[in-house]
């Protein structure tokens, strides 16, 4: 078997493991590897064609391939960096060794000393929620109809039908009309979208595109090709209301119902998970509950701004590198930070006191459901760390918040973050 | 004029059964066609049943349904490695709740018992739990038979087809029988889109029609109803939730609502049963899903519902005398019907093989042996099934083994191209993932669908909006609307 040894390995070349390849390679890592299993780097950037990435970044608007690109000359810029396309890991192993295939080189086995989990995330499908009806041709995932039309060049179908508000929908609802396609409507079973606001107003209201909230899609129809799909109000419990159905005649149905980060490997491995982020749980320095190993960016849970993601990706980055050079040091204490009142996620799980380290913790949280006027508390044995008023909060937006590190100095063995009215 | 041509025998339905007998003629110096209305085999009740291979202890005693059973379930173990199939001897369990269900496991094990089934046993409780530790605390017992299985239905159809087809027999897709010719009585050929095959017999297999079929040569001795069953699969990240099939002390009307894996490391619940006038009808219902799963949840109270990745419906084809029709038509000279194969089906075909042969002897069709006759299909490269050592061999001989395209099974470029040019290749997206399991994985082909697609267009020279995912009308992709903005990509 072809044989490889590296510092630290990055399994995945999205925007989180192209940001974390860069920085372990900044932060000392001598030998850096980027395993992609596309034919190119970039990840689910690459078909995102539409402009609003970088923003915080890079302070200006850029399109998917255009964000993409500005890390891919980053990593080419770097001699120790080597990358692997049309690659798949076919196995991690907990001594580090990886073992992984492609066309040219066959089966490669590849050591490590720091393994960067960079997976991303993949898209709950019609099975996992169960619509009913009959299997036509014509229903798709948003994401990969997006494929289909931004990089391959073709129609997934003529009139659309989309179910689901996610941001992935949203911006495909407007890819379909500019490609001349007829947008029925887009249904959403909770009462509010999950998609950023920006996206529900430039994809959808911009182009005349109804939005019906708290409905659903009770069948799909149709034998060789859909011809149609059965909606319905909900009630409150989500279960549809008898005698508000209706019927919408279209050639496709395209759903954005949910991303799952795409975390075989780490749970091959063992490694601890977060039921409420179907990631692992990590530290603040993307490390996971088994050394050497760190996640980041949609792996570790699912993101709305790809900024974000790369910032996780540096730090998983920065750390591999000095776990890989035996710099991590003491482990310190551990806190763990817990979600409740209103708050469904928070990012690290825990944290890790580590001596002599200045830097804030940066937690990001999501919140159950849309709230006005609310104070994000974090705090611990009952003494309040930080707050942060919120004129609005939503769990389709990711709320960001840096714990300064004398905060964290005062604190025991937890902390919980709430919403307070 | 039109294409006309000379077959010894035309078998009409390219199912379980249908490439069953081709299977079966093949051991014969005959000209055999099979002819199939869809573009690939098995797209009826073959691609959507229980995927059971039953020990045979349901059917009453001097049944078809009984003596099939049995039979078939005998000669698959021999099959099994002649042509390569997707077969485990699981074993089964019948569970009773309660002792009046503990009666009925008592009657199934007699019945059994004369049917000729090994290894019947009454099993207590707490052998029960420990064969199955997810079953419902409230199970008192169960009849275990060792000779219960599961099996992989397509692939069984395919193999036989493929083993037909390599010993003479013609298989012929999207060739459905417009009408059939009956003259003074006696069949005399096939009409087809593809031509007129003249035929002094003709196989009546055709599933879920053929009571129609039957009656375009003049016979209606038989109708077809059509009874819905719907599933729903797990994912694989499941694991061992059952190890043996397990069913609930079946009713009258059916053998219930059970939970069983897949020889694929799947499980899968269902299935329910509605009757149906609508041979076309295959959608599931949410309340026919909602009834699954209650029942489901019966037997295994944690079935992980969050874990579901696909549901499907599938057509049982009974016939109105309640057991297998397997026999010379009395009204048309020449006709054999092989038809209402419901359950155990799968398990009959090859039985049912046989039979139909013997009666085509009877009928006095002259049965030289095949000398040639090959038993063995050749083995399928699956790559992640190899070790390391035959995946590098794989990978030097040919690089596309290299490149995994579907990342949920790990399904190489190498597996799908010769899954096209193989005999009775796919020509069909779903005939791609029932040959490869490409899209069967918990991302149902999101990631994998285009890719397929696209080597589907190559490999067949076809457009990618040629290519279609199941039915002649199932087309995926369209160009994009002229005048629009064009994006070019490089595949």
């Known amino acids: ?171 495909m609802a407007r890819r379909m009309s500019l490609e001349g396609t007829r947008v029925e409507a887009v249904l959403e079973i909770m009462a509010y979208s999950n998609g950023l606001t920006r996206n529900v107003v430039q994809c959808l209201e911009d182009y005349n595109i109804p939005l019906y909230l708290s409905h659903t899609i009770l069948a799909v129809h149709g034998n060789g ?161 930080l707050e942060r008023k919120l004129r609005v909060a939503k769990p389709g937006e990711m709320i960001v918040v840096d714990l300064p590190v004398e905060n964290i100095k005062k604190i025991g063995d937890d902390i919980t973050v709430v919403l307070k009215h | 004029m039109e294409n006309s041509w000379k077959a010894d025998v035309v078998i009409i339905g390219g199912g379980i059964v249908g490439a069953a007998i081709a ?17 690939d085999l098995a797209m009826g009740t073959t691609k959507a049943n229980s995927a059971i291979l039953h020990a045979g202890f349901d059917a009453p005693e001097g049944s078809l349904k009984a003596l099939l059973n049995v039979r078939g379930n005998e000669l698959y173990r021999q099959l099994k490695h002649e042509l390569g199939l997707e077969l485990d001897l699981t074993g089964s369990l019948v569970v009773a709740t309660n002792n009046e269900e503990m009666d009925v496991l008592a009657e199934l094990k007699v019945r059994g018992q004369k049917n000729g089934v090994e290894g019947l046993k009454i099993i207590g409780r707490e052998e029960a739990l420990t064969r199955e530790p997810n079953l419902s605390a409230e199970v008192v017992g169960a009849l275990y038979a060792p000779t219960g299985g599961i099996m992989w239905p397509f692939g069984a159809a395919l193999a036989f087809a493929e083993n037909a087809v390599q010993n003479g027999v013609e298989v012929r897709i999207n060739c459905p029988v417009t009408k059939i010719e009956v003259i003074e009585g006696k069949v005399t050929g096939v009409y087809t889109p593809d031509g007129f095959i003249a035929a002094k017999y003709i196989i009546n297999a055709a599933g879920i029609e053929a009571d129609n079929v039957s009656r375009l040569a003049g016979d209606d001795s038989f109708t077809i109803k059509p009874r819905k069953g719907e599933y729903i699969l797990f994912d694989k990240a499941v694991g061992n939730l059952v190890k043996t099939i397990v069913f609930p002390t079946p009713s009258k009307v059916s053998k219930g609502i059970l939970v069983a894996p897949t020889v694929h490391g799947n499980v899968f619940i269902g299935p329910n049963a509605t009757d149906s006038d609508d041979k076309g009808d295959l959608a599931t219902t949410g309340r026919g899903l909602a009834e699954i ?85 050749p083995p399928k490269l699956v790559f992640s099934q190899l070790d390391d050592e035959a995946k590098m061999t794989a990978i030097k001989e040919n690089p596309l083994y290299g490149r995994i395209i579907c990342r949920c099974e790990t399904v190489t470029e190498g597996e799908i191209v010769a899954a096209i040019h193989s005999l009775c290749g796919a020509r069909t997206v779903d005939g791609v993932k029932r040959r490869t399991r490409a899209g069967m994985g918990r991302c149902q082909g999101g990631f994998c669908g285009p890719r397929v697609t696209a080597i589907l267009a190559r490999e067949l020279n076809i457009p990618i909006t040629a290519v279609i995912k199941d039915t002649a009308d199932s087309q995926l992709f369209f160009n994009k609307i002229p005048g629009s903005c064009e994006v070019t990509g490089d595949a």
Not at chain 1, 295 to 322: R, T
Not at chain 1, 348 to 371: D, F, H
Not at chain 2, 311 to 329: E, H, K, N, P, T
Request: charged share 20%; glycine share 12%.
């Open chain 2, 293 to 377: 799963v209650a029942r489901a949840q019966k037997l295994v109270p944690n079935i992980p519902l969050t874990s579901s990745i696909t549901q499907f419906a599938g057509l049982r084809a009974a016939a109105d005398c309640g057991d297998f029709v397997i026999r010379a038509s009395n009204l048309t000279k020449g006709l054999v019907h092989a038809a209402g194969i419901q359950s155990p089906g799968l398990t009959a075909a090859p039985a049912i093989g046989e039979m139909v042969v013997g009666i085509l002897g009877e009928l006095g069709l002259e049965l030289k042996p095949n000398t040639n006759f090959n038993p063995v299909n």
């Open chain 1, 225 to 385: 090709r859909v011809t149609g799909v059965t909606c319905a109000k909900v009630d409150a419990a989500m279960r549809p209301i008898a005698g508000t159905e209706f019927y919408l005649e279209c050639d496709c149905l395209l759903l954005s119902v949910g991303l799952i980060p795409e975390n075989e490997l780490s749970r091959e491995l063992g490694i601890e998970m977060d039921g409420r982020t179907s990631g692992p749980v990590v530290d603040q320095l993307r490390q996971t509950g088994l050394p050497g190993f760190f996640a980041a960016g949609n792996v570790v849970h699912v993101h709305d701004l790809v900024d974000f993601v790369s910032e996780e990706g540096e730090i998983a980055g920065k750390y591999a590198a000095w776990h890989a050079n035996g710099k991590m040091g003491d482990c310190g204490c551990l806190i763990t930070v817990k979600a409740a009142n209103g708050v469904r996620t928070a990012v690290p799980q825990v944290i890790r006191a580590v001596s002599g380290n200045t830097e804030p913790v940066r937690l990001y949280m999501r919140v159950e459901k849309p709230e006005k006027n609310v104070t994000l508390a974090i705090l611990s044995d009952g003494q309040v760390l």
């Open chain 2, 23 to 39: 299977r079966e003629l093949g051991k014969y110096k005959l000209d055999t066609v099979l002819l199939e209305r869809y573009p």
């Open chain 1, 1 to 171: 078997m072809h044989e490889e040894i590296f510092d630290v390995v990055i399994i995945g070349g999205g925007p989180a493991g192209l940001a974390a390849a860069v920085s372990a390679s900044d932060n000392g890592a001598a030998r850096v590897l980027v395993i992609e299993r596309d034919r190119e780097l970039g990840g689910i950037l690459q078909q995102c064609i539409h402009n609003g990435f970088g923003l915080h970044r890079f302070k200006e608007e850029l399109t998917g391939p255009g964000y993409a690109l500005r890390y891919i000359k980053m990593v080419e810029a770097r001699s120790n960096i080597t990358v692997m396309l049309d690659t798949m890991v076919l196995a991690v192993a907990a001594d580090k060794t990886i073992v992984a295939v492609n066309s040219r080189d066959g089966m490669i086995k590849i050591t490590a000393k720091a393994v960067i989990f960079t997976m991303g995330c993949r898209e709950r499908t019609r099975g996992a929620i169960r619509i009913p009806g009959s299997r036509p041709a014509g229903v798709f995932t948003a994401g990969a109809a997006q494929r289909m039309v931004n990089m391959e060049g073709y129609l997934p179908g003529k009139k659309v039908v989309i179910l689901g508000s996610g941001d992935i929908g949203l911006i």
